[in-house]
């Protein structure tokens, strides 16, 4: 009954927010004739990086990257209400030695081409979104070669894990907030600001995506087993 419940809130905030944005986008004014490129470029020093799309996400218009990642810690809390509250167990044995060579030695080399994204993405394309989907595709690999498993409800620290991008943004934000500016950083530590931010994304969007496989993976238990049907003795 409680899942009902649940399930049943989950819906109507969805429905509202829905709404609101639907509203939203009805309000908004007449696209004007601004060179939106022209003047990215003209402010890109300001930003603290050298990319316009970062300076773009995580300066000009962070607000919007702040709302994608509550969107996506909204959808993990939909995963938590339809997904079976179990886990814990270790991991069933491993059959697949190929399969179990190969998710051992790419997911070290997957982490350092995350690390790689992340920090490339001041200067070129890349950044903590391309970079936590590298890490989440190594924890499904690590998952489906049974190495690493299923999540069950997230305790305390994974809970820190998956809202901690979204609160070190809002927390980094706050101190800067002026009317007109939000998650503007001033020029002179911006580049900093970026950075971390970007790190706590890395790690909170790494677990988000990861355990919108994993926690669904929960769902998928062995079925039972018919008895053998008896013989005969000739």
Known sequence: MMRQILAGLVVLAVGAFTLLLLAAMQSLPPSSSVDLAAEVSRHLAESGVRHPVT??????????TLLEVAVLLVALFGVFVVAQPAGGEPPPAFTDDVLGALARGLAPVMLVVAGYLLWA??????????AAAIV??????????QILPAWGLPRAWLRVGLAGGLVC????AAPVY???????????????????IETSLLISLGLLLAAL????????????????LATEDR
């Open 136 to 145: 989440a595709a190594a924890a499904v690999l690590l998952n489906l070669a």
């Open 213 to 228: 496989f994993l926690c669904l993976a929960l769902d998928r238990e062995p079925q039972p087993q018919s008895p053998p």
């Open 121 to 130: 993405g001041a200067h070129r394309p890349g950044g903590a979104f391309q």
């Open 55 to 64: 300076a773009v996400l995580l300066n000009f218009r962070a607000y919007d």
């Open 178 to 196: 002026v009317p007109g500016t939000l998650l503007g950083f001033p020029p002179e530590w911006a580049g900093s600001m970026i950075l971390a």
């Open 169 to 172: 943004f809002v927390v980094a």
